[in-house]
């Protein structure tokens, strides 16, 4: 028989150190991926607090201060109301006027503004001649500031040597005098001018990079086929950019609800409040009244009627049936 020696394993000998090092290398490891991972949250972190400080807080507060009669005079008691604030709205007639010509001015420029801006994005989506300038053109109102825009209406429509009279007095044939900022109609149309001319711009920009991502064999396939170019935008290119619409007209329609800037310096909410819209009384009962507390209340229910109708909206323009 052959004798068979049992070989006894050896134990593996490091070198001084050897382990200590390995586990070193492997904490570093760790902890450069667990720094990894956490560099994106903090590089949140100042734009977490200045939303939390700057947005976050100001709208939970503004609904704490709508159930308080509330005065910002130092030592002054800011007694608890309840919903009386609300209630208040219900009853207050300068309110349903205000509303009223805050939804006209929704329901009269926003489709205005969109039929333009889509008009004015089919033309300029083909490279045109001097198609740069005219897209810059468009686009110019949108950065320029509301304060100037509005002072600059309120001369052309002044009664005072205004040009919009002398070119009615042109084509009446006789000299024309019209008050236009204190008269109720001739002043919201004058609003409406100045909201249709501002933001004309802002959606040609989102139609125009809407239209430019419209799938081109789609559209020449459906002309091919003999489709009429009415035929071609109702079902090929506006079902491309429904998404677009939405996004616009939800847009549109919570801007057109915080509209102020030219109601506040071109006709200060008259003649008799005539023209007031939501924003505007709003300002004008918190700074001028001191009525924080109405303010609020009024603001929050705003709040409120918006999200739900763009809630409302979006779904409503996302069904694909349309």
Do not use: C
């Not at 070198?15 to 990894?36: K, V």
């Not at 030592?75 to 205000?98: E, L, W």
């Not at 019209?178 to 001739?186: L, Y």
């Not at 419209?214 to 491309?240: C, F, K, M, N, T």
Request: aromatic share 16%; proline share 6%.
């Amino acid at each position: 028989m052959i004798a068979t020696e049992t070989i006894e394993p050896r134990p593996v000998q490091f070198a001084p150190g050897a382990s200590s090092r390995g586990l070193t290398a492997r904490r570093s490891r760790r902890s450069y991926r667990a720094g990894r991972a956490a560099t994106p949250y903090l590089l949140l972190v100042p734009a977490t607090v200045m939303y939390a400080t700057f947005i976050v807080y100001p709208i939970f507060r503004q609904f704490d201060i709508s159930f308080f009669n509330w005065h910002i005079f130092p030592g002054a008691s800011n007694p608890y109301v309840g919903f009386s604030n609300y209630t208040k709205i219900f009853h207050d007639p300068v309110v349903r006027t205000a509303a009223f010509n805050s939804f006209l001015y929704i329901v009269v420029t926003v489709p205005v503004q969109m039929a333009i801006g889509l008009f004015a994005a089919a033309i300029l989506t083909d490279r045109l001649p001097g198609s740069a300038l005219w897209r810059a053109a468009i686009y110019i109102p949108v950065v320029t500031s509301w304060v100037v825009v509005s002072y600059i209406f309120a001369y052309i429509f002044s009664s005072q040597g205004g040009v919009m009279n002398d070119v009615v007095g042109f084509f009446a044939g006789h000299t024309v005098n019209v008050d236009w900022t204190a008269e109720t109609w001739p002043a919201n149309m004058v609003i409406w001018i100045i909201g249709i001319w501002k933001g004309v711009g802002w959606s040609f920009l989102i139609f125009l990079a809407a239209l430019d991502g419209v799938p081109r064999p789609q559209v020449e396939s459906a002309r091919i086929d003999g489709a009429s170019e009415r035929r071609v935008w109702r079902y090929v290119v506006l079902p491309s950019i429904r998404p677009a619409v939405a996004f616009v007209t939800v847009l549109l329609v919570i801007g057109g609800a915080q509209v102020f800037t030219q109601v506040y310096l071109v006709t200060q909410g008259g003649p008799y409040n005539s023209t007031q819209v939501l924003m505007s009384y709003m300002y004008q009962q918190a700074f001028t009244y001191f009525a924080f507390g109405y303010a609020a209340a009024l603001a929050s229910l705003l709040a409120v009627v918006l999200f739900g109708f763009s809630f409302a909206e979006i779904r409503f323009l996302r069904r694909q049936d349309i």
